[in-house]
């Protein structure tokens, strides 16, 4: 059973030559690699941005937010067959750097994302892609530029409870505060 939780619930555009871009909610996602940097993200034969990402070899990973949850909801409950969700959740397209396709300018976190290979898995194809650019708002930054938790606010999805979550408060603690083999742990 998939009971990993709890995982982002990234927006991923993405737009094909010169048709309408896309948005899809997905949460089969991770980073796989540091050095490149790369992610992966599963996407089911049937989604209409499957076929878009197959094509196009590129899209754009945005991260959401409490304030975006209910867009995050509308991309993973509507096709782009039928409707152009840009106009329907009110979202703003805006150009990336090194892929055609737009990101999200309301996301705090954009990874402009080429994709190096696809893995079908079964149900999933997964598109294992090369982080090409990263664009992080001043907005969501601390006073030594490193990205603040609560400033971000995160939203997350808990997958098997099928629920939406936000409120990343506590810190607990930060890496190596324990101490213990830190110093064979440092490369990771
Ligand atoms: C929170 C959430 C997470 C989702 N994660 C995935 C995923 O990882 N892979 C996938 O193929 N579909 C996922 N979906 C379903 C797609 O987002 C959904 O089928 C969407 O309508 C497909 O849009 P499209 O047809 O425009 O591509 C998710 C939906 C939600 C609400």
């Known amino acids: 059973m998939t009971a990993l939780i709890p995982l982002p619930a990234a927006m991923v555009s993405c737009q094909k030559n010169a048709d309408k871009p896309n948005i899809i909610t997905i949460s089969w996602i ?7 940097p790369m992610l992966s993200i599963s996407i089911r034969k049937n989604r209409f941005s499957h076929q878009i990402i197959k094509e196009s070899g590129e899209f754009v990973v945005n991260m959401t937010t409490r304030k975006l949850a209910e867009a995050t909801d509308i991309c993973g ?32 976190i ?10 079908a898995l079964g149900s999933h194809d997964m598109f294992v892609a090369e982080i090409v650019a990263t664009h992080v708002d001043e907005e969501i930054l601390d006073d030594q530029g490193k990205i ?6 995160p939203l997350v999805y808990c997958t098997k409870a099928r629920q939406y979550w ?23």
């Open 30 to 36: 991770g980073i796989i690699c540091s050095e490149p």
């Open 77 to 108: 409950a509507t096709s782009g067959r039928d409707t152009d969700k840009f106009t329907l959740t009110g979202l703003t397209p805006a150009p990336s750097s090194r892929v055609k396709a737009p990101l999200i300018a309301e996301c705090p």
């Open 110 to 119: 954009n990874l402009e994302c080429q994709t190096r290979t696809v893995l």
């Open 148 to 153: 603040d938790i609560e400033k971000l606010d």
């Open 166 to 188: 936000a409120g990343l408060t506590q810190l607990v603690g930060e890496y190596g505060y324990t101490s213990v083999g830190v110093k064979s742990r440092k490369k990771s």
